[in-house]
């Protein structure tokens, strides 16, 4: 009943919603400064790569902080665990930097 309650409130907030849609409303915002030119800008996918290859290792270090400040209390096979996460994550470095994707040319 929860999940009618949420459906139906969105659909009465989309009936109540004003809807106007001008020039002003459809232009691209960026930081107050007037758009020139075209909003639509291609990037090469290199950059997404080493982002998302980046992302990967910065979430690493977010999970193994934690375990590295409680290491003597959780025992010998959380560190197993860990060097098996921290394994794989060599493996993919390893399969990033074979393809070429951490090379900046």
């Known amino acids: 009943?929860?999940?009618?309650?949420?459906?139906?409130?969105?659909?009465?907030?989309g009936l109540l919603a004003p809807i106007s849609e001008g020039p002003e409303k459809l232009?691209?915002?960026?930081?107050?400064?007037e758009p020139?030119?075209?909003?639509?800008?291609?990037?090469r996918i290199r950059y997404y790569m080493f982002a998302l290859v980046f992302v990967v290792f910065d979430v690493e270090t977010v999970f193994?902080?934690?375990w590295?400040?409680?290491?003597?209390?959780?025992?010998?096979?959380?560190?197993?665990?860990?060097?098996i996460f921290v394994l794989i994550l060599v493996?993919?470095?390893?399969?990033a930097w074979r393809k070429g994707a951490l090379e900046w040319s």
């Not at 232009?27 to 400064?33: F, K, N, R, V, W």
């Open 1 to 13: 009943i929860a999940s009618l309650i949420l459906i139906l409130a969105f659909w009465i907030s």
């Open 27 to 33: 232009s691209s915002y960026e930081s107050g400064i």
């Open 36 to 43: 020139m030119g075209g909003a639509w800008l291609q990037f």
């Open 64 to 66: 193994l902080y934690p």
């Open 68 to 83: 590295a400040m409680s290491f003597d209390v959780l025992g010998v096979s959380v560190f197993i665990e860990a060097f």
């Open 91 to 95: 493996v993919g470095l390893v399969y």
